[in-house]
Structure formats: C-alpha cells, structure tokens
C-alpha cells in the first residue's frame, strides 16, 4: 500500500466512526492486548457501564469466534481474522471477518438465520434453553454451546448480519463476515 492509499483509508476509517481496526493473527494473547485496548477507548469516550459491557461482551465473542473457528488451513496453521469497533449514529458497531471451511458455511448459516427474524425475547429465551440443554456435547465443532452467536445476538439493539462471500476457483474455504450493531 502507498501513503495515498494509506491516507485514504485512514479518512475513510474516521468518516465511518472506527475506533479500533486489528487484522492479522488471532492468539490468546493477541486477544488479551486487543482487549484492554478496547476497554480504554470504550471508557476514554465515557460509554455508559452497560453499554459499553455490550459492546466489549460483543468483541470477545468475535475475537473468540475467530480463535477457534477462523480455518487455518486456508492461511499456513495461522488463525488470521480481522476485527473493528466504530460509533456511527448514536450506536457501536462491532464487525470481523475470518476464513471459514466451505463445509461450516451452511452451518453457520442455520445458526445465523433463525436469529435475524428472533425478537429479543425469542433470543433470551434460546439462549436459557442453550444452557440447560445438554445435547451440544455431540456438537464437536463448537466449542461454546452455540452460546456465542445468542450472546452477540442478545446484545445487539438491531439483527445481527452476516455474510458469506466464496472464492471464484477455491472450493476449500470463503470469507465470514459478522455484524453486531450495540
């Protein structure tokens, strides 16, 4: 990237009210200092106790999300992924992008969608059932119990948004995008 090009994506980035942008590699410690970076800027800009538990709640599911899902074989045995926090109309958003394996992608979609058309009530109601079902032990891919996309969902003061965009000529993995809107 030249300077130009950098500049422009430094104007862009401000007009769009990022706050924190990280792409690269995901590790626990990564996350760790990722973390505390977003607390200080959430507390620097005075966000409200609960709002800003939302939006940080919101950041680790995603940061987590790309930890132990992001696919590694599509980058060398690394977990590369990208996450941002922005303020944009009275609202946080909170957004990320990792590869995923093509076989999760209709996965992901069947957790993702039922969400979208969810009211929040709906949601925290899953969420509790999630909790005391114990049937996602046969899950082997997830990790968490399916709790993370609830979470971020339950968070959320609009629908979450996701999408999935394949690679023309690469059947092996395409690129998840997330949306989270606090």
Same mark, same amino acid.
């Given at each position: 990237?030249?300077?130009?090009?950098?500049?422009?994506?430094?104007?862009?980035?401000?007009?769009?009210?990022?706050?924190?942008? !990280?792409?690269?590699?995901?590790?626990?410690?990564?996350?760790?200092?990722?973390?505390?970076?977003?607390?200080?800027?959430?507390?620097?800009?005075?966000?409200?106790?609960?709002?800003?538990?939302?939006?940080?709640?919101?950041?680790?599911?995603?940061?987590?999300?790309? #930890?132990?899902?992001?696919?590694?074989?599509?980058?060398?045995?690394?977990?590369?992924?990208?996450?941002?926090?922005?303020?944009?109309?009275?609202?946080? !958003?909170?957004?990320?992008?990792?590869?995923?394996?093509?076989?999760?992608?209709?996965?992901?979609?069947?957790?993702?969608?039922?969400?979208?058309?969810?009211?929040?009530?709906?949601?925290?109601?899953?969420?509790?059932?999630? #909790?005391?079902?114990?049937?996602?032990?046969?899950?082997?891919?997830?990790?968490?119990?399916?709790?993370?996309?609830?979470?971020?969902? %339950?968070?959320?003061?609009?629908?979450?948004?996701?999408?999935?965009?394949?690679?023309?000529?690469?059947?092996?993995?395409?690129?998840?995008?997330? %949306?989270?809107?606090?």
């Amino acid at each position: 990237m030249n300077l130009s090009n950098f500049n422009e994506f430094c104007n862009r980035a401000a007009s769009q009210g990022v706050l924190f942008y !990280y792409t690269g590699e995901f590790s626990s410690n990564v996350i760790g200092t990722l973390s505390d970076t977003v607390r200080e800027r959430l507390e620097a800009l005075g966000t409200p106790n609960k709002h800003g538990r939302k939006v940080f709640s919101t950041f680790m599911e995603m940061a987590q999300n790309i #930890l132990h899902y992001a696919d590694d074989s599509a980058t060398a045995g690394r977990r590369i992924g990208a996450l941002a926090v922005g303020h944009e109309d009275g609202k946080f !958003y909170v957004l990320c992008g990792n590869p995923v394996r093509i076989d999760h992608v209709e996965r992901l979609r069947a957790k993702l969608e039922p969400l979208r058309s969810m009211t929040l009530d709906e949601i925290k109601a899953a969420y509790r059932e999630q #909790l005391r079902n114990e049937t996602h032990a046969e899950d082997t891919l997830s990790k968490g119990a399916g709790l993370g996309f609830l979470t971020m969902a %339950r968070e959320a003061s609009e629908p979450i948004d996701y999408q999935i965009i394949h690679h023309a000529g690469d059947s092996t993995y395409a690129e998840f995008y997330l %949306r989270a809107v606090i």
